[in-house]
């Protein structure tokens, strides 16, 4: 909690209030309740790394900006009237200024990594994520209620989408820490990224008790995601699968499609998601016995399903 608190500190000193509508969406931001994983992900990576400054608070708040404009920019796209169970900003006060607030937010944090030391491999870190957002955005309105979306395709929309930040917080983490090898710590957030994007496809079809989120919201939406793309790998079923998926009535396709939900379909992606959590653990383990080593041991056990 302590780490969120400084956090939040900080977000609340780059977020400047110009107009009165972006100290709403700062109150946003800060008070909306998010979990923080990715300015989280980067403080637990730098202590992991040893790292002894204080920039991670800095750059962990950064990370957040982006989260949230992306999240500003996402609920214009998909049309949302709500953000964490409450009206969202487009909602409130119309796209166009929701869309101009996200890109308030963008250019806070990017002016203030302007300002820290390595601003230079930071403003390229960050900025390649902004332009990876855009395109994964693009890529998924392109093959938005598309059954011939393909798993290559999908975990491209994910990598750009999710991977591309929480790839970006560990490689930021591993770069404060003056650590050589980069790419290694990038592509360990950006393999993050994708599992905690399979487990919440995962959860939408095969939701565990207390998890509080309804089920299958992603097939009610016309949207192609990891249980159903391996559904359609399958072959035998596809036919009737493409059938189900055009269906207008999604309450009625819904319950034709339980019956392919086999408990072999739930069981092959727990054990992806098993293998995921395990690959990430065996990297976590190379580093020291530290606090942070066990805390993300902990709960990175804690993403199995």
């Avoid at 992900?41 to 790394?49: S, W």
């Avoid at 964490?84 to 487009?90: E, K, V, Y």
């Avoid at 890529?139 to 975990?155: A, G, H, P, V």
């Avoid at 790998?233 to 034709?256: G, T």
């Amino acid at each position: 909690m302590a780490n969120i608190a400084a956090f939040n500190r900080k977000l609340d000193a780059i977020i400047r209030e110009d107009l009165p509508v972006l100290k709403k969406v700062k109150k946003f931001v800060i008070q909306s309740g998010g979990k923080r994983i990715r300015p989280l992900l980067h403080y637990h990576t730098c202590a992991l790394l040893e790292y002894q400054g204080k920039v991670w608070q800095d750059v962990g708040a950064i990370g957040e900006l982006i989260h949230a404009a992306s999240l500003l920019h996402d609920d214009v796209v998909d049309e949302s009237k709500t953000r964490r169970g409450q009206p969202s900003t487009n909602a409130l006060h119309g796209n166009k200024t929701a869309v101009l607030c996200g890109d308030y937010l963008l250019a806070c944090g990017l002016d203030h990594l302007r300002t820290l030391p390595g601003s230079q491999e930071l403003l390229r870190i960050f900025t390649v994520v902004i332009r990876k957002l855009a395109v994964g955005e693009l890529l998924q309105l392109q093959w938005e209620s598309n059954i011939r979306l393909d798993r290559k395709t999908y975990e491209q929309i994910i990598h750009c989408k999710t991977g591309a930040l929480f790839g970006a917080m560990t490689e930021s983490a591993a770069l404060l820490a003056a650590h050589s090898s980069l790419k290694e710590y990038a592509r360990f957030g950006e393999e993050l990224g994708l599992l905690f994007q399979l487990r919440d496809d995962y959860l939408d079809y095969f939701p565990g008790k207390g998890d509080g989120k309804p089920a299958f919201q992603d097939f009610k939406r016309g949207l192609v995601t990891f249980p159903f793309l391996l559904l359609l790998e399958e072959r035998k079923n596809r036919k009737e699968l493409v059938r189900l998926f055009a269906m207008e009535d999604r309450e009625a396709a819904l319950e034709e499609l339980m019956p392919f939900l086999t408990t072999r379909v739930q069981k092959t992606l727990a054990i992806s998601i098993e293998s995921k959590v395990h690959e990430a653990m065996h990297f976590v383990r190379r580093h020291p016995p530290l606090p942070a080593r066990a805390l993300l041991i902990d709960q990175l056990h804690a993403l199995q399903v």
